[in-house]
């Protein structure tokens, strides 16, 4: 609790937000877990989080010690934990570890939830075999952050981070006054379904800047894949047939994927040595 009190303001307002977020989602402790993205054999390639399940089954998690940065209500956590590992996760929200732990509850599932900034972690060194981050990077200090990650992992531990993501050059059409102020609040209800968009003060998505950072603390990727191209752009995600060939587009343009995608997903080695 000690680095608790010394949050600063950006990890300060992150909190405040979360709280509230979290507050307006106690509806989720009365709905059952649905673990089919660990438990079914069929495979959602067109989906992010799906393929990075996809990857870590074949990773063999059972048994291994695994972390979740920022687990937010905990989805992550449980799926790792009904497959087996032994899961810690934390977040900087109370509220929404109080939800993760009482969802873990009612599940059965033994994990350990605790409150920490991803920039300052309260884990041994060399303890983790995988760091799973879903939508957590783009809320952080990352330079600081994959400092901790690179300290708490054993030597070829296995990072994997699923993130929302725009290339600086796709970033600078978004913020063209055309798309700002003429396409963007057109379509925003669209896209959102009238919903309004999670979007916190200081949340910034990853760019290929942020990348190469954390790729600096990684060996070659494993994995790295490019989802998004427009959908949750231009369209909702309501027409499978549309939002598979958003990924199979991505796929057929790999070379230049990471200009077109909104999400990336990437996974790898961790660059520490015995
Ligand atoms: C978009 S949510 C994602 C939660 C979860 N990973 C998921 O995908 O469902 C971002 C989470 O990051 C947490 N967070 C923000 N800044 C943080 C920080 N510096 N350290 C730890 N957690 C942080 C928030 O409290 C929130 O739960």
Known sequence: MDDMEQLTERQQRELEYHREHAKQHMALLEKPVNFSIVLSEDRRWWNASWEMYTYLRNKDIKGKNVLVVGCGFGDDALFLAKCGANVKAFDLSPESLLIAGKRAEKEDLDIEFKEMPAEKLEYENDFFDFVIARDI????????????????????????????????????????????????????????????????????KLTEQDINVIAASMAKPEMEKYFNFFIGRLLPDKWLFLVKLDRLLLYLLSPIAKFLGARVLIAGTLKKFK
């Open 137 to 204: 990077l783009h809320h952080v200090d990352i330079p600081k952050s994959m400092n901790e990650i690179l300290r708490i992992s054993k030597p070829g531990a296995i990072f994997c981070f699923n993130e929302v993501y725009s290339h600086s050059i796709t970033h600078r059409i978004r913020y063209s006054n055309f798309v700002d102020k003429w396409l963007y609040p057109k379509l925003v209800n669209f896209v959102y379904a009238g919903n309004k968009p999670y979007i916190t003060e200081d949340e910034r």
